[in-house]
């Protein structure tokens, strides 16, 4: 048996039976031959009681201060859960980012993984011990400081600690039992996936699925990880994310993955851009010089009559007002008429490598949501997703119909060999 | 202007208020022209509240994961200081005690400094930075693992780090505002103290001065650094602790520096010692090897009509239980009659350099407990202190009777020339 990386989030360690919990678990792990390095997040709310802090004695505090501050979070929940496993009897030891061989870049707040030397983890494991080790931390390659690695670091930590330690598998613990086919908050007959591919989990996590986020997924289909995503509060198989089945996993990859929704969207579109050559060009320019990301951008054929097109794009509200006003300053420049924002939008997609061999995809997904009475707003699509915009308003409705069309449903005595009427 | 280290305890820092208040008189120093290094402990009841924990998930928590665990307190309250400094305009840089090169032994939880290779808080400082270092906490030289220092650990780190960085004065921040000929608390007239040698400062705080500890004290006389003890609270000059008295400090030494009392000892008696060569030190042979640490020790000429003598000695009263077991094994070998432990005792002790040269302290501190009506069971002394052992209950009497007879109480005029009888 090899080594597992295991990873538990701040919900199954928030408190002193929650980490007694993890320990068992953990413990268990290590009784069936494997060797075992655990990724801790912080306990429960430590993380956000910490910014409350920083934010009582400083209004805008520092990127360097603020990871070192934040960092005490896992540190505390790694150096309990340590002692939990050893009054279990067994062996273990806590390691901080540094320690373990986190390196990072040198942007706070949200730094990025540029190598792991995980040789003290490497020797902590081959004594026997269990390893703990930080997550959401790192330390810098240039100046030696400590960094954060921002939203999801801790699952990152663990896929790449499981890359640089060829590990067997990266279980990701959380408080649900793995990723389904949609939001079981919106759609109740959503099922579980038990095996999805790298891309279309990429796809589901870029799409509006927070199980994973995109960064840690990617990690771990560059390194060819296998991740096993599932509940640290049952004993049941989750999803596995991989790039083959194994086992007694499905052979064969469903024709659609999920539905994924977002509504964390606004739309901006530009009207009455002269249809020339640079245009496009300046309007992106303008927004990626303001550092605003965006998502989806869609351009329709201009008019005959006038000569102008329309632009849109989709980007997170938060950052609305700031494209907003770098595109109003180039207005003159390239003298588009007017800009509309709309932040009553959500966005829903379709994921699944299936389709790009399986015609009709597109027309059902459509059908669905006409029959619903869902209007669609904009469209966009790639070799394995089909994402639209529609109202807001709508979301709930709309995810459950197409739910409901590609057979996802949980009655559905079987994942749908679909055939359609071309897509 | 050269550099100064700065040192806030828990109380001082217990909360934003405290903070923000800490981070106004950092940079009163800084703006001063000094080069400023701040150590900082956790904040408030951090540290008891993270043992609480430790003990909720492992009844017998390991020193290495408990070092761990601790460290995360100052990791909080240090980011916090470096963004409240840096609120005001100023800018500042926090390290872990690792960062700032504090090198101890691998003693988990009472570590001990072996060297401190300060080169990034030298150039953080030279760079024009506050730097804010950890306090209580360090790397072991051998492991890397992070070790703490154990009580006083916090004052020893900025001790330390003032050494390294041949620092002009060590400031220890603290709730009273100073070292006090008394406790205040007994006795309402003690006196501030201006300035005391290392010396004298060593005595008081093996006699249960509780301001400063010793360790920290005998490693700022090793490394002949001055400590300015003072109020985070008051603006006050405190008490300096340095080899000679400087600028405006009074010249000549006070004949004694104060009185110090400890009522957490015990006295262990061993009754009816054979008195020949070999016996003694059969005794506190088998004390050292039950690793009980003893403090005071009296051994009286022997009965000539029995030739057996009696040995008495104090310890921490924690420890009595472990010493009495360990003498009861050697009752046999050594033959004595009996053992008694008395745990209602307290030691007083006059301290001061003055009593060398000065005949008739030792009268005069006799005196003074019997016109107190108090009774003395040991007597032992150094070259600048003496103690003695009385009941518990009597102890707050004497010493306001020693403090009086001294002339140390607030209402005299001035710090006695003190002319005795013969000591």
């Given amino acids: 048996m090899g080594l597992v990386v295991q990873k538990y989030g701040g919900s199954s360690v928030a408190d002193a039976e929650g980490i007694k919990r993890v320990a068992k678990r953990v413990v268990e ?8 390095v655990v990724v801790v997040s912080a306990m ?17 505090p520092s990127g360097r201060e603020f990871d070192m501050l934040l960092t005490a979070g896992e540190r505390i929940s790694m150096a309990l859960l340590a002692m939990a496993i050893k009054n279990l009897g067994h062996e273990a030891q806590s390691f901080t980012g540094s320690q373990a061989g986190v390196i990072t870049d040198s942007v706070h707040n949200k730094a990025r ?6 040789g003290r983890i490497k020797s902590s494991v081959d004594e026997g011990n269990i390893a703990i080790v930080a997550g959401f931390q790192g330390v810098s390659q240039d100046k030696k400081d400590i960094t954060t690695l921002g939203r999801g670091g801790s699952d990152t930590t663990a896929v790449a600690l499981a890359a640089a330690l060829d590990a067997e598998v990266c279980e990701i613990y959380t408080d649900v039992d793995g990723v389904f086919t949609a939001d079981p908050r919106v759609v109740k007959k959503a099922r579980k996936i038990d095996w999805i591919s ?7 996590a870029s799409s509006g699925s927070k199980v994973l986020l995109h960064r840690c ?7 060819n990880i296998p991740i096993h995503v599932r509940s640290s509060f049952s004993g049941l198989q989750g999803t596995w994310v991989s ?22 969207e606004a739309k901006v579109t530009v009207v009455g851009v002269p249809d020339k050559p640079g245009e496009a060009a300046r309007i992106f320019r303008a ?3 303001s550092e605003v990301n965006i998502d989806m951008v869609v351009q329709n054929v201009s008019a005959a009559s006038t000569g102008l097109t329309d632009i849109s794009f989709t980007l997170p509200k ?9 595109l109003e300053k180039t207005r003159a420049a390239v003298g588009f008429d007017s800009l509309r924002y709309d932040d009553q939008i959500a966005k829903i997609s379709l994921v699944g490598a299936g389709m790009k061999t399986n015609p009709g995809v597109t027309a059902t997904f459509f059908e669905a949501l006409s029959n619903a009475g869902v209007n669609i707003e904009l469209i966009s699509t790639s070799e394995i997703r089909i994402s639209v915009v529609t109202r807001a308003d709508d979301v709930n409705e709309a995810v459950r119909a197409v739910h409901t069309a590609f057979g996802l449903d949980t009655e559905s005595d079987e994942a749908v060999v679909y055939g359609g009427t071309g897509r």
């Avoid at 790298?198 to 589901?204: A, G, I, N, T, V």
């Avoid at 997924?217 to 390194?223: C, G, K, Q, S, T």
């Avoid at 007694?248 to 964390?264: C, K, L, R």
């Fill in 217 to 223: 997924v990617e990690y771990a289909r560059r390194y």
């Fill in 287 to 289: 927004i990626a010089d």
């Fill in 198 to 204: 790298f891309e279309d989990m990429l796809e589901l």
């Fill in 113 to 118: 993984i540029i190598d792991v030397t995980p």
């Fill in 44 to 60: 429960g709310d430590t993380t956000d009681e910490l910014i409350d802090l920083a934010q009582e004695v400083s209004p805008i």
């Fill in 318 to 326: 938060a950052e609305g007002r700031k494209a907003v006003a770098a």
């Fill in 29 to 36: 792990a290590k009784k069936n031959g494997h060797q075992v």
């Fill in 243 to 264: 790039n083959e089945p194994q086992g007694d996993q499905p052979m064969e990859q469903a024709i659609i993955s999920g539905v994924a929704h977002d509504t964390s």
